[in-house]
Nanobody, 114 residues
Framework: VQLVESGGGLVQPGGSLLLSCAAS????????MGWYRQAPGKTRELVAL???????NYADSVKGRFTISRDSAKDTVYLQMNSLKPEDTAVYFC?????????WGQGTQVTVSS
């Protein structure tokens, strides 16, 4: 199974981007979908995680600006990013958690700069 991400790019501060992540085939046993990011010189950090049960978890730094959504029928997860800031610059990775194993996308670069 491969996770294919799209939607990254260069955007000015205050702008918006929509990231998408689709699985190459149907995945059995999904219990959560989310996004992580890794900035240069930093460790990978959680951006948003949408579990099958319970509340969605957002990093404090993105609350109120980013929204995660999913199309469970298509094993696809989205990240709507608004009011982007230079500190949001990072490689963004989608993540699908199952009862058996976890899957990661290859990463998509998001650069926020004027």
């Amino acid at each position: 199974v491969q996770l294919v991400e799209s939607g990254g790019g260069l955007v000015q501060p205050g702008g918006s981007l929509l990231l998408s992540c689709a699985a190459s085939e149907s995945i059995f046993g999904i219990n959560g979908m989310g996004w992580y990011r890794q900035a240069p010189g930093k460790t990978r950090e959680l951006v948003a995680l949408d579990p099958n049960t319970g509340a969605t978890n957002y990093a404090d730094s993105v609350k109120g600006r980013f929204t995660i959504s999913r199309d469970s029928a298509k094993d696809t997860v989205y990240l709507q990013m608004n009011s982007l800031k230079p500190e949001d610059t990072a490689v963004y990775f989608c993540y699908i958690r199952t009862i058996f194993e976890n899957y990661w996308g290859q990463g998509t670069q998001v650069t926020v700069s004027s």
